[in-house]
């Protein structure tokens, strides 16, 4: 795949589809020094998308939604679905393990007093099938590396869904993505992914101050997520060797694409949502010093050089007894937005402009971005809107790809070149079934050549 086959213009396709919005709140932004009579806008309105972000979706027609992955992330999901909108049943759930299912089962009933018919229960790697054929909307939170036939499938069935980041793990899962976020959109689907920034207040109100043009010229930044080790899961007598990965995931790549991929991905994602650019090529390194199970990594560090020639640093580790940082900064021509602070300033270090909390507080019940996003994607729904998240998505978990394969081998790689290749990382557990796998694919990347 070529450059100029994902332009600038493609990456925010989705946006221009829609038209602008008015950010919800905007008028309750604190602002000095901002005169938009000399700005010079990124992007015009129209160009880009605002999300409104009431408390709560609109009314309208009761909905039916299924759940793919009843793991943390699914039930989570599900019950922000449910605190996002009223008229919401769920009426069928899939999992590849009967107990992670029961588990959802009983909290819906528990909890919401919602019951899920045990026909519509469904248990092994084919019942996303069964679940998406009975439902008008679904929730994706299985393992990635699933995600983009699970999405195809939906697609193909008329389905909304909810796809959970990062939407692939390797180019064959981003073109397979790729291709199915064109199909959504022809056929006036609504799609939103687990890149909750998109719908996190003050993120949204800063990205659109920055396409005002407040911070200038996009000239670099710098993205973070340095944290402790994630969870792991020993193996236990009797797990096969697909049990015990997946019980696992999140510390093998051919599940979860190494956590550059699986959790770093909305640091990078946001930089590129607010540059409205892509990355060409990347330089990196990492290694493995802590983690226990699986073969990935636990640090990544990689050098993004983007289609006008600018830099960005994305910078990710996962061990324990480490300084943390989970942010973005992006720098410009006439001065820089700090994701921690919430603040603009201008080059001299004076505060152009400030999210307001209290104020925000005082428009607004639900600040939740896991709740938002359900509520911007089922009002999409209920107001016959089509809308696609899924190509930004995949476009920013294909740059954590190349950053990951730039450290893997030790070479510089190309966006030509990842978006070419021909990587499968699901043909590496073979026939899809809860029995061997060979483990002997399974290790640890080293880079470069021996002495």
């Not at 946001?270 to 636990?298: E, H």
Request: proline share 4%; glycine share 10%.
């Amino acid at each position: 795949m070529a450059n100029k086959d994902i332009s600038r213009r493609d990456f925010f396709s989705y946006s221009a589809m829609l038209g602008a919005g008015t950010i919800a709140g905007a008028s309750l932004l604190a602002s000095c020094g901002d005169k938009k009579d000399k700005l010079t806008p990124l992007r015009q309105p129209g160009e880009y998308y605002i999300p409104e972000l009431p408390d709560k979706a609109i009314e309208g027609r009761e909905l039916k939604v299924g759940l793919v992955g009843c793991g943390g992330r699914g039930s989570g999901a599900v019950e922000n679905l449910l605190e996002a909108a009223d008229g919401i049943t769920v009426v069928a759930l899939g999992d590849v393990f009967e107990d992670r299912l029961n588990g959802v089962k009983n909290m819906l009933k528990d909890k919401y007093n919602q019951v899920v018919a045990d026909e519509n229960c469904f248990v092994g790697f084919e019942a996303y099938k069964e679940v998406i054929d009975r439902v008008d909307m679904v929730i994706l939170t299985t393992p990635p590396v699933f995600r983009p036939y699970q999405f195809q499938y939906a697609v193909e069935k008329g389905v909304h869904c909810f796809l959970e980041k990062p939407v692939a793990v390797d180019p064959k899962g981003f073109r397979t993505v790729i291709a199915a976020a064109k199909q959504a959109v022809a056929k006036g689907l609504c799609v939103v992914t687990g890149t909750q920034r998109h719908h996190q207040r003050p993120y949204v109100a800063a990205f659109e101050k920055i396409q005002q043009g407040l911070i200038g010229e996009i000239t670099g930044g710098n993205v973070y997520w340095n944290q402790g080790m994630l969870w792991y899961r020993q193996r236990q007598e009797g797990w096969t060797d697909m049990e015990w990965t997946i019980r696992d995931w999140v510390n093998w790549k051919w599940l979860s694409g190494d956590h550059i991929i699986e959790q770093h991905v909305h640091n990078i994602d946001v930089f590129l949502w607010m540059s409205g650019l892509k990355p060409v090529k990347a330089t990196a390194f990492g290694s493995r010093q802590r983690r226990i199970t699986g073969d990935q990594y636990d640090n990544f560090s990689v050098d993004f050089e983007f289609e006008n020639g600018i830099h960005m640093h994305s910078m990710c580790r996962q061990i324990d007894g480490c300084s943390t940082k989970v942010s973005e900064f992006v720098q410009g021509t006439k001065g820089s937005w700090n994701s921690e602070t919430h603040e603009i300033k201008d080059l001299q270090g004076n505060v152009l402009w400030k999210w307001d909390q209290e104020a925000a507080d005082a428009e607004f019940k639900q600040h939740n971005p896991y709740v938002l996003e359900h509520v911007d994607w089922v009002n999409h729904i209920r107001k016959g809107e089509a809308h696609d998240e899924s190509e930004a998505t995949a476009i920013s978990t294909l740059a954590g790809v190349m950053g990951r394969e730039a450290a893997y081998t030790g070479n510089t790689v190309t966006w030509d070149e990842v978006s070419a290749s021909e990587q499968d990382y699901l043909a590496m557990a073979g026939e899809l079934k809860l029995g061997p796998l060979p483990m002997d694919q399974f290790t640890v990347p080293v880079p470069g050549k021996a002495q």
